[in-house]
């Protein structure tokens, strides 16, 4: 146990509060990738509200564009890219929390030490503020909330992939079976799945 540095976590208090009573000495990370959720969340939410709002035309340019707002620009094929370009042409303060989004994934794919990450982070907030988007400053309050263990990513950029990875493995086990009634034929199936010995010492 004294030998566990880091511990990633989601932003879930409990997490944090068993963490550190079980493993004081850890620091503890926040996942990049809840953070990116999170934010993609407030997105989604700007995205529903504005197309309610919108004539019928408009709505059904919205329509299906869900994944294309939250999926990397650099992973968008030229259809997307074009699909993107006109929701956001039509849709200047989904244009500006887009652009803000993709700024905000830049750093935590480009930036590798704790204290430029804290100034450009900083910077974003104050970009992000400035807008006076109610999403937005939601999703501000949630990275003031969390910003020492946010930042402590920037030192060993670790994240609990491995463990999303195994979950979401159990679960197709789990449902390709239909439900296991002995939870130890379970467990040898998941060992047996993910090549770790049946037996362990």
């Known amino acids: 146990m004294k030998a566990?540095?880091?511990?990633?976590?989601?932003?879930?208090?409990p997490y944090a509060q068993a963490t550190r009573k079980?493993?004081?000495?850890a620091q503890l990370v926040v996942d990049r990738f809840h953070v990116m959720k999170q934010l993609n969340g407030r997105l989604s939410q700007m995205r529903r509200t504005i197309q309610r709002g919108l004539p019928q035309d408009k709505k059904d340019i919205l329509k299906g564009m869900?994944?294309?707002?939250?999926?990397?620009r650099?992973?968008?094929s030229a259809a997307e890219e074009a699909r993107l370009c006109t929701m956001l042409d039509l849709c200047p303060s989904l244009k500006e929390l887009y652009l803000l989004k993709e700024d905000f994934r830049h750093i935590f794919d480009k930036v590798h030490c704790r204290d430029k990450a804290k100034r450009f982070l900083t910077a974003w907030i104050y970009r992000a503020k400035w807008t006076g988007n109610k999403f937005l400053l939601k999703f501000v309050?949630?990275?003031k909330n969390w910003w020492k263990e946010i930042l402590t990513y920037f030192i060993e950029r670790i994240t609990n992939g491995f463990?999303?990875?195994?979950?979401?493995s159990i679960?197709?086990?789990i449902r390709s079976a239909f439900g296991y009634r002995n939870f130890e034929?379970?467990?040898l199936r998941v060992f047996a799945e993910q090549g770790f010995s049946t037996n362990p010492r």
């Open 4 to 13: 566990i540095r880091f511990v990633s976590i989601d932003m879930w208090a």
């Open 163 to 168: 463990v999303e990875g195994l979950n979401n």
């Open 74 to 76: 650099s992973g968008l």
């Open 22 to 25: 079980k493993l004081p000495k």
């Open 66 to 72: 869900r994944w294309i707002l939250v999926k990397n």
């Open 141 to 143: 309050s949630t990275l």
């Open 171 to 173: 679960r197709n086990i």
């Open 185 to 187: 034929n379970c467990k």
